[in-house]
């Protein structure tokens, strides 16, 4: 009983350490500290970001991204222009290049919403600019009366970028699950 015990502890510790080396190299870890992205993503949630995805595919419209924001922050945002992407709001709606763009994403959010969820905006008349610039992209948040993204701080050039949001939970829930699932079982077998 205590040799297959012991067995049992080295197995978890062994998988743990494969898998933060191999988190540790394509993935990083991030916390949402706001609520921006609500309703997709909430204050407190844990994103597993993919640093490596863009090496491998192009960057996408409505993909979830981290990026630095400065040199002390790192913010999550959805892209919504591309490099040549001309962006207009016009009641409610995203036009790219002219033609309507539906952001499936905010349908639910936007029918709980009163009033207009996003005003509206020319990429010109926010950036300056009629064409979002080579290697620059647009980003918003999904909450968009309260969020501070491309139209007040201008473009985020693809360097920027961290990576795409690939997966996220909520860290309470996480914890309880893990303590429920493996601490617990490992505690009665001691016992």
Do not use: C
């Amino acid at each position: 009983m205590h040799k297959r015990l012991l067995r049992l502890i080295l197995i978890v510790f062994l998988t743990a350490g494969i898998g933060i080396i191999l988190n540790s190299l394509l993935f990083v870890n991030y916390m949402v500290d706001g609520k921006s992205m609500e309703p997709t993503l909430d204050d407190g949630n844990m994103l597993m970001v993919n640093r490596l995805v863009y090496n491998i595919h192009d960057i996408q419209r409505f993909d979830v991204v981290v990026f630095h924001a400065n040199e002390k922050e790192d913010y999550v945002k959805r892209i919504i222009g591309l490099p040549g992407d001309e962006i207009e709001y016009r009641d409610d709606q995203l036009y790219v290049n002219g033609k309507q763009v539906e952001e499936s994403f905010l349908k639910m959010y936007k029918q709980t919403h009163l009033g207009t969820y996003t005003e509206d905006f020319t990429l010109e008349e926010k950036t300056g600019k009629r064409k979002v610039p080579a290697q620059s992209l647009f980003v918003m948040g999904d909450n968009r009366p309260n969020s501070f993204d491309s139209r007040a701080f201008g473009f985020v050039t693809q360097k920027q970028i961290v990576g795409k949001v690939n997966r996220q939970w909520d860290a309470k829930e996480t914890a309880a699950k893990i303590w429920n699932v493996t601490i617990l079982p490992l505690l009665s077998l001691i016992q």
